[in-house]
């Protein structure tokens, strides 16, 4: 898991050279890189969510392309459209943004849900149909959705069906230091750093690193911990809605990549601990009583957590 680690570590060091003082939202974005999954990234504006998404892309070398979501956008907009050439007497496919391998999708609660649900084959089948003729999208695929809290005025709430299709939800915060904030201001003195964001990675390095994680083992009881934590969800008495079993698979997936993170071959339980509130949290619906009490899905699964007894004994697979 060394070669992991290392290609990890020079894409998390990379990003940083941007994003100041959020190594740990930065890793859950590589985390989510290296599971082959899509990011909801959620929070105020000016906190960076879109740099974060465009510092990936020029990390890896990869093609990137930004979809500004409005109420006035439709789907056509962001899968593309068939096009009669009249010189061809033929229909020609115009591929629309979502045709790039980091795909940013900005203010995605901005946008109408019938506009939200185009990308829902895309996320999930990693292809989008148009006019009947299915079109592959490239590999790697990621969407990089950032979305305003539902408390701002002007927004439409994802569906939980599309929020499920995301594999962690990041929330970065305003910086946490005085001196990072002033950091900030001193690296955008003369000009932006990711002007001069260079790439460190290859899209084949990256292949090869989501090949060898799904190496990683997980022993039994760390694989019953995931689906107890899960099922718990379903049973909390403040839930209207628990975690599907894709939550399960989330946290499976992304406990690996965080091991091979961090050198390791082997999943513990403090990984799924880690992982629990960006995995499960957003795939949790509290029920009207619960809302009434201020009762968050973040509440409800770090409670499930707290009370879920941590498996021991050897689980490096040395048994």
Request: negative net charge; charged residues 25%; aromatic residues 6%.
């Amino acid at each position: 898991m060394s070669q992991v680690q290392a290609f990890a570590e020079r894409v998390i060091t990379n990003i940083e050279r941007v994003i100041v003082g959020k190594r740990d939202a930065v890793e859950l974005a590589v985390v989510g890189l290296l599971c082959q999954g899509h990011l909801l990234i959620e929070d105020v504006p000016g906190v960076g969510k879109t740099v974060l998404a465009r510092s990936l892309a020029r990390s890896l070398g990869c093609s990137f392309s930004r979809i500004q979501f409005t109420p006035d956008m439709l789907p056509s907009d962001v899968t593309g459209v068939s096009i009669f050439n009249q010189v061809s007497r033929e229909f020609e496919f115009r591929p629309g943004p979502v045709m790039a391998q980091v795909v940013l999708s900005d203010e995605i609660n901005r946008a109408t849900p019938k506009t939200q649900a185009a990308l829902l084959e895309a996320m999930e089948e990693r292809q989008i149909t148009v006019d009947g003729v299915t079109h592959p999208l490239p590999r790697p695929f990621m969407v990089l959705a950032t979305q305003n809290p539902i408390e701002y005025e002007g927004t439409f709430p994802l569906p939980e069906a599309q929020l499920d299709r995301f594999l962690l939800r990041v929330r970065l915060g305003y910086p946490s230091l005085l001196d990072d904030e002033i950091h900030i201001l001193e690296r955008q003195q003369f000009r932006h750093p990711l002007e001069h964001l260079e790439q460190v990675a290859t899209v084949e390095e990256l292949s090869q690193a989501q090949e060898t994680v799904k190496a990683v083992y997980v022993a039994r009881p760390v694989k019953r911990y995931m689906v107890e934590l899960t099922r718990q969800t379903r049973e909390h008495p403040e839930a209207y809605l628990g975690a599907s079993p894709r939550g399960s698979l989330t946290l499976y997936r992304a406990g690996q990549a965080r091991a091979a993170l961090l050198g390791r071959d082997y999943v513990l339980p403090d990984d799924v601990k880690r992982l629990a509130l960006p995995a499960l949290a957003h795939r949790v619906i509290p029920g009207p009583a619960a809302r009434l009490r201020d009762i968050t899905a973040e509440r409800i699964v770090q409670e499930v957590v707290e009370k879920m007894p941590v498996p021991g004994g050897d689980l490096t697979g040395g048994e």
